[in-house]
């Protein structure tokens, strides 16, 4: 069964294709973009038929051994569509589930858009619905994949919505402070310019401790809303 929906969805996005579309999103991707290019309405709408149909069939484990395949062998839309179904699975996330899907960073996960998609609707939910704890998310700034230690601070910048205190997210992230990867550091700054907003003198202190030797990509995403005098502060030593 679970060959047959991955034959599925992949007769759809090469059904529902576009070059023009390829071509919008290739400048977006540094590292380059390996998609069909479908609508995006289009792909909504079939990623909800798909889910109120497979809703009787599919369970979360079956979608599990959906996303081991589409995520080792699939394209950007089929690596979405996975994401989607995931995400319909919320009540039943365990930390089993967490853990697997953190595998997925590790062998399919591979550009910044499926990395931020991934954070706001699934993984930010482990932590939000108190599956995890933040020490578990912590685990991943070891990886070797980029995308996966970018999945943390980006993570913690949805969590900000459900009162993440600058302590924790501090504790959670310092360890990638001096991460060379421009996609963790501006994930990093990204994280620290939201919770600026909030906590202004306990993010700023922070930045201080670290600003002459973390990545420039951290302070510059950090203070980018900061008035451009009070910016100046932040540049680094000499």
């Known amino acids: 069964m679970i060959q047959g929906k991955f034959n599925e969805i992949s007769n759809f996005c090469q059904s529902n294709s576009s070059h023009k579309i390829v071509k919008k999103y290739e400048r977006y991707f540094k590292e380059g973009f390996d998609g069909y290019g479908i609508e995006q309405k289009t792909f909504e709408r079939q990623r909800d038929k798909w889910i109120q149909e497979w809703n009787s069939e599919m369970t979360i484990d079956d979608y599990l051994d959906l996303g081991d395949i589409v995520f080792e062998n699939g394209r950007y839309e089929e ?18 589930t967490f853990d697997r899907i953190g595998l997925w960073f590790d062998v399919g996960v591979d550009n910044w858009a499926t990395t931020d998609v991934f954070c706001m609707l699934v993984i930010s939910a482990f932590v939000i619905d108190n599956v995890i704890e933040l020490s578990e998310l912590k685990a991943w700034n070891k990886a070797e994949s980029e995308w996966k230690r970018r999945a943390v601070p980006v993570t913690l910048v949805e969590l900000i919505k459900h009162d993440l205190k600058p302590e924790d997210a501090i504790e959670t992230v310092e360890d990638l402070m ?61």
């Open 178 to 238: 001096l991460d060379n990867s421009q996609y963790v550091q501006k994930g990093i700054g990204t994280l620290m310019r939201g919770l600026w907003k909030k906590y202004p003198l306990e993010i700023e202190d922070f930045l201080l401790k670290w600003k002459d030797r973390c990545g420039r990509l951290i302070i510059q995403y950090a203070t980018e809303k900061m008035d451009k005098e009070y910016r100046k502060k932040f540049r680094k030593a000499r």
């Open 79 to 96: 690596k979405s569509f996975v994401i989607g179904f995931v995400q319909s699975q919320r009540d039943n996330y365990t930390k089993e």
